[in-house]
C-alpha cells in the first residue's frame, strides 16, 4: 500500500492550521504540485494568488474554516466555494472559478490540503480535476479511519495532528 506523510503546510495562521499529504517517496506536497502547476501560467496565476488569500488570511487569519468556505464533494471537499455567500460582515463570490483545490475540513480550526486541477466539468469526477478528485477521497478516507482507528489524534489546542505515540513524523 502506497503510504503518505501528513505534514503541516501552514501553521501560521491566527484561526487555522493547514495541514498536507506528501506521497513518502516524493519532493513535493500534493499542496506544493498545485500551487507550482498554476503558478506561471498567465492564465490562472490570478485565480491562484485569490484562493491563496482566501486561504491565508479569510480562512487562516480571520474565520478559519467555516463550513460555507467549502464545497462538500463526497468525503472531500473542495475550494473555493460556489455561489455567493455572506458569512457574518464578508460577501464570498467565486463566481465561475477555473481552479478546484481538495481538501479535508476536520474542523474550523484545522485543514488537510490536497490537489486540484482547472475545472473543465460539471462535477467533479469528469474533466481535469477528476484524478485530482479521487486521489482526495482516497486520502480523506485513510485520515478519517486513522483518526477513528485512534493511530492519530488531534491535539487538545485543536490545531495539530499527533500519532499516540507522540511522533512528529505521521506517516499514513
Not at 460539471?122 to 478519517?144: P, V, Y
Amino acid at each position: 500500500m502506497n503510504t503518505f506523510a501528513l505534514e503541516i503546510f501552514d501553521d501560521q495562521g491566527q484561526v487555522c492550521t493547514f495541514y498536507t499529504v506528501r506521497w513518502e517517496e516524493a519532493g513535493l506536497s500534493e499542496t506544493d504540485k498545485f500551487f507550482q502547476k498554476f503558478r506561471y501560467d498567465e492564465q490562472f496565476k490570478h485565480s491562484l494568488r485569490e484562493l491563496a488569500s482566501f486561504l491565508e488570511v479569510v480562512i487562516g487569519d480571520e474565520y478559519g474554516a467555516l463550513e460555507d468556505f467549502f464545497r462538500f464533494e463526497n468525503t472531500a471537499q473542495a475550494l473555493p466555494p460556489s455561489g455567493t455567500h455572506k458569512v457574518e460582515d464578508l460577501y464570498i463570490n467565486f463566481g465561475n472559478f477555473p481552479l478546484r483545490l481538495y481538501c479535508l475540513r476536520i474542523s474550523e480550526t484545522l485543514v488537510v490540503l490536497f490537489n486540484g486541477g482547472e475545472k473543465t466539468a460539471d462535477n467533479a469526477q469528469g474533466g481535469k480535476t477528476s484524478m485530482a478528485f479521487q486521489e482526495a477521497q482516497n486520502f480523506a478516507k485513510r485520515i478519517l479511519d486513522a483518526l477513528r482507528e485512534k493511530d492519530i489524534y488531534i491535539s487538545a489546542d485543536q490545531r495539530t495532528f499527533r500519532y499516540y505515540n507522540d511522533s512528529d513524523e505521521i506517516i499514513i
